[in-house]
T-cell receptor, first 114, second 114 residues
Framework: AQSVTQLDSHVSVSEGTPVLLRCNYS??????LFWYVQHPNKGLQLLLK??????LVKGINGFEAEFKKSETSFHLTKPSAHMSDAAEYFC????????????FGSGTRLSIRP | EPEVTQTPSHQVTQMGQEVILRCVPI?????FYWYRQILGQKVEFLVS????????KSEIFDDQFSVERPDGSNFTLKIRSTKLEDSAMYFC????????????FGPGTRLTVL
């Protein structure tokens, strides 16, 4: 069975400083991995996805993530945080099946200090 | 840009009542999903639907739940007799095809059972 573990439930950074949101996955197959963002009272928006192409994936709003098979990690980073980045971030793995349901991590709440 | 839409945005109902949550997936998508997120908890898979039938369902998706694609555009989730613990945000998602394709989420319906 596939799963994802988000190592931090809450991360707080100052505006203009780097962001690191950590995610480890477990998968028997070569996984498809995603990061979604959820702003308060909003739906889930895709930030980026990895599907066995380049290991460094660039997403929207300056976010990127690196797939590291040896570490089973898919951490999300951004060089400089902006106030508008404050949101809940979910690391997600897609099952390798016809239904291909996706499995969510528990989420990391990102707070940005002025 | 095409998007998944959901109605209503907020539904309040009395325990024991039936509710129908509606979704309009992206028009050329073939796979449809319902997820739910109880307040403060992770997003959980409920059911996947393909070729007019359920392809997979979770333990949560018991006999009180049903899904339907009545007219080729709408995708509905019915809860026959709501319970207090059904209070959650319900997200619809759709995917064009292939296990590596992105699932696109609607904005969600907040269901409150009193």
């Amino acid at each position: 069975a596939q799963s994802v573990t988000q190592l931090d439930s809450h991360v707080s950074v100052s505006e203009g400083t780097p962001v690191l949101l950590r995610c480890n996955y477990s998968s028997s197959y070569s996984p498809s991995l995603f990061w979604y963002v959820q702003h308060p009272n909003k739906g889930l928006q895709l930030l980026l996805k990895y599907t066995s192409a380049a290991t460094l994936v660039k997403g929207i709003n300056g976010f990127e993530a690196e797939f590291k098979k040896s570490e089973t990690s898919f951490h999300l980073t951004k060089p400089s945080a902006h106030m508008s980045d404050a949101a809940e971030y979910f690391c997600v793995v897609s099952e390798y099946s016809s239904a291909s349901k996706i499995i969510f991590g528990s989420g990391t709440r990102l707070s940005i200090r002025p | 840009e095409p998007e998944v839409t959901q109605t209503p945005s907020h539904q309040v109902t009395q325990m024991g009542q039936e509710v129908i949550l509606r979704c309009v997936p992206i028009s050329n998508h073939l796979y449809f999903y319902w997820y739910r997120q109880i307040l403060g908890q992770k997003v959980e898979f409920l059911v996947s639907f393909y070729n007019n039938e359920i392809s997979e369902k979770s333990e949560i998706f018991d006999d009180q739940f049903s899904v339907e694609r009545p007219d080729g555009s709408n995708f509905t989730l019915k809860i026959r007799s709501t319970k207090l613990e059904d209070s959650a945000m319900y997200f619809c998602a759709s995917r064009r095809g292939g296990s590596t394709d992105t699932q696109y989420f609607g904005p969600g319906t907040r269901l409150t059972v009193l």
